[in-house]
T-cell receptor, first 117, second 111 residues
Framework: ETGVTQSPTHLIKTRGQQVTLRCSSQSGHNTVSWYQQALGQGPQFIFQYYREEENGRGNFPPRFSGLQFPNYSSELNVNALELDDSALYLC????????????????FGEGSWLTVV | QQPVQSPQAVILREGEDAVINCSSSKALYSVHWYRQKHGEAPVFLMILLKGGEQKGHDKISASFNEKKQQSSLYLTASQLSYSGTYFCGTVPKTSYDKVIFGPGTSLSVIP
């Protein structure tokens, strides 16, 4: 166990709806990253939060947004859901200093399976 | 920007060795290796920070050639528990705030 918990574990939404996924990071970790993993593919970086500020973003549209709270837990929000948003969403936490994530282990949660119909 | 991994898939018998390669078009700060079993989260294996660095634990080790922007993961005397998908994650020098994962290499170890 990595100490990173995500909820919900599975959910089904209708195209056009909005979804919020939640992540509780490992105790003491100040950085949370979110990844989207489609079936049979590697995790795709969505964005990263460091001390409540977004400090890195992948090639995802603005309808993907997030928050990090003072206790370092995090949310991923997706608006106007599309069928292609169906995937496993992984949250990963790490303790990162000013040098960035290069030398820091990231610990993944079990993920939230989202199905859009 | 995504690293390239090879091979895409490999099947081994217990006790055989395997090498998984990871290559990036970008200059790298580091390379991370993870293993993911079906239906589970990726699990950390190791990070390589410096060019030429080799790390390992048990019978899994890895090397990092900074100049070639390549890393290789070595699995020796494979065990059934090694089965899974192996991902390399690269941290480019141009954006050291994110880990970019490759498409993965599926490894199956059979008795």
């Amino acid at each position: 166990e990595t100490g990173v918990t995500q909820s919900p574990t599975h959910l089904i939404k209708t195209r056009g709806q909005q979804v919020t996924l939640r992540c509780s990071s490992q105790s003491g970790h100040n950085t949370v990253s979110w990844y989207q993993q489609a079936l049979g593919q590697g995790p795709q970086f969505i964005f990263q939060y460091y001390r409540e500020e977004e400090n890195g973003r992948g090639n995802f549209p603005p309808r993907f947004s997030g928050l990090q709270f003072p206790n370092y837990s995090s949310e991923l929000n997706v608006n106007a859901l599309e069928l292609d948003d169906s995937a496993l969403y992984l949250c990963a936490s790490s303790l990162v200093g000013w040098t960035g994530i290069a030398g820091n282990t990231i610990y993944f949660g079990e993920g939230s399976w989202l199905t859009v119909v | 920007q995504q690293p390239v991994q090879s091979p895409q898939a490999v099947i081994l018998r217990e006790g055989e060795d395997a090498v998984i390669n990871c290559s990036s078009s970008k200059a790298l700060y580091s390379v991370h290796w993870y293993r993911q079993k079906h239906g589970e989260a990726p699990v950390f294996l190791m990070i390589l920070l410096k060019g030429g660095e080799q790390k390992g634990h048990d019978k899994i080790s890895a090397s990092f050639n900074e100049k070639k922007q390549q890393s290789s993961l070595y699995l020796t005397a494979s065990q059934l528990s090694y089965s899974g998908t192996y991902f390399c994650g690269t941290v480019p020098k141009t954006s050291y705030d994110k880990v970019i994962f490759g498409p993965g290499t599926s490894l199956s170890v059979i008795p």
